[in-house]
């Protein structure tokens, strides 16, 4: 069982930066595959960012390559995803997503843990 803990969440202005983390607590010492994922009033949650076990692997939606960075440190068990440049758009709660395994996981069926989200707000 993974319980997940979102932060850094918050109101910023068009261009800013936010980094939010999210804090894994396990009992086993099993490897996790992590995501970060986002979802807007009345639409469906979509995947911003993905990251392996080992942090070698990455992938990004289109819409944010560029401008997010996902990264983890195993030893503090946490994950991060530093946001700059953002844009009104990028309006939503961000949702950090864990599954059991070394590999890369894109789809939101793939994760098996979810974290309560944090808000994020980009006034224009």
């Known amino acids: 069982q993974v319980q997940l803990v979102e932060s850094g969440g918050g109101l910023v202005q068009a261009g800013g930066s936010l980094r939010l983390s999210c804090a894994a607590s396990a009992r086993t010492s099993s490897t996790y595959a992590m995501g970060w994922f986002r979802q807007a009033p009345g639409k469906e949650r979509i995947i911003v960012a993905a990251i392996n076990w080992s942090g070698g692997r990455t992938y990004y939606a289109d819409s944010v390559k560029g401008r997010f960075t996902i990264s983890r440190d195993n030893a503090k068990k946490t994950v991060y995803l530093q946001m700059n440049s953002l844009k009104p758009e990028d309006t939503a709660v961000y949702y950090c997503?864990?599954?059991?395994?070394?590999?890369?996981?894109?789809?939101?069926?793939?994760?098996?843990?979810w974290g309560q989200g944090t808000q994020v707000t980009v006034s224009s």
């Open positions: 997503a864990a599954d059991v395994g070394l590999g890369l996981r894109v789809g939101k069926a793939e994760y098996d843990y």
